[in-house]
């Protein structure tokens, strides 16, 4: 059965990574999540509520009142300047990050109550829990930075926080970066690297983790020679040789046989997609047709890049 896991909520009003983006931050929300996930169980699958803090990655928008603020009401590991924002966030204090955990573990009770099958903490893709264990990001000298189990420590608060907000059987992902840079998988330049990052998702399921999925920078990755893999499926085969929950990995995935040959051999439990099923919504069921040729997805990107999520091929 297959399980949908749901674009980004954030757990704080300021921590909304883009205009648009889901929220999970008080009640007022409960009603029309059900209704959601009403309608996602009643044609058979199941549902994950993604959380999140955007930091200093967060995509302000023009009437976003955060822009009046100083450094726009964003909690950041540092004070360091986004590259491609350019927002320089306040170094958040222990206190408030103490805070930041509690309301990671406030808006899973809010999706638990709202009927979801499960939550995952968004610890990837360069928003703030991404951020503190990065040293690009993250130069702190108190208990949250410096070594590796210093920076991994906010993630691991929010996990713990998650937690015990619902219960030791709910489902509690973590998604994770492989890498700051796919070019530089050892972190040489730098940022995490992949042994690194590895360490960190073993620490994030002691913490109470029960799935890790495993993706990184796409922008990078999907430019780089793989001998035609998808683009963690090395390190994600890596993470679940060592964990002993499920791993998922996401990103690269088009073609079935290539999906079967990874889940018999790698030890991985499932891949995710999005972009092949924003090009065909139904692939999945071409496939279970017996209609197994790849994703006609070539991963150009333009469903990212414009509202409404349009796709040149759909329907092609």
């Excluded at 840079?181 to 330049?189: Q, R, V």
């Excluded at 042994?195 to 430019?223: F, P, R």
């Amino acid at each position: 059965m297959g399980a949908i896991v749901t674009g980004y909520a954030y757990v704080r009003p300021d921590g909304k990574p883009s205009e648009g983006a889901l929220g999970m931050y008080d009640d007022s929300f409960l009603d029309d999540y059900r209704a959601l996930v009403d309608a996602v169980h009643a044609r058979g699958a199941s549902i994950v509520l993604q959380l999140v803090y955007g930091g200093s990655k967060s995509k302000l928008g023009p009437d976003d009142p955060r822009r009046q603020l100083p450094h726009a009401g964003i909690l950041g590991a540092s004070p360091v300047e986004h590259p491609k924002t350019h927002l320089v966030p306040r170094e958040a204090s222990p206190h408030e990050l103490v805070e930041l955990a509690r309301a990671f573990g406030a808006a899973a009770a809010r999706a638990k109550a709202c009927g979801f099958d499960g939550v995952e903490v968004h610890v990837a893709h360069g928003y703030l829990l991404s951020q503190f264990l990065s040293p690009l990001f993250n130069e702190r000298s108190d208990e949250y930075g410096g070594d590796l189990r210093n920076r991994a420590r906010l993630a691991v608060e929010c996990i713990r926080a998650v937690r015990a907000a619902v219960g030791e059987e709910y489902p509690v992902l973590a998604k994770v970066n492989s890498c700051d840079d796919a070019g530089d998988p050892t972190g040489a330049k730098g940022g995490l690297g992949e042994e690194e990052s590895a360490q960190v998702c073993g620490w994030l399921v002691e913490a109470g983790a029960s799935c890790i999925e495993v993706t990184g920078d796409w922008h990078a990755a999907s430019s780089r020679a793989q001998d035609g893999e998808p683009y963690f499926a090395r390190f994600g085969a890596r993470v679940a040789r060592r964990l002993d929950v499920p791993v998922i990995v996401t990103g690269g995935w088009r073609d079935y046989d290539v999906i079967e040959a990874h889940l018999a051999n790698d030890g991985i439990a499932a891949v995710g997609m999005s972009r092949p099923l924003i090009c065909e919504p139904d692939l999945l069921a071409r496939w279970k047709s017996g209609d197994m040729r790849p994703s006609i997805c070539i991963a150009c990107g333009a469903c990212q890049k414009s509202p409404g999520i349009p796709c040149p091929l759909r329907n092609a």
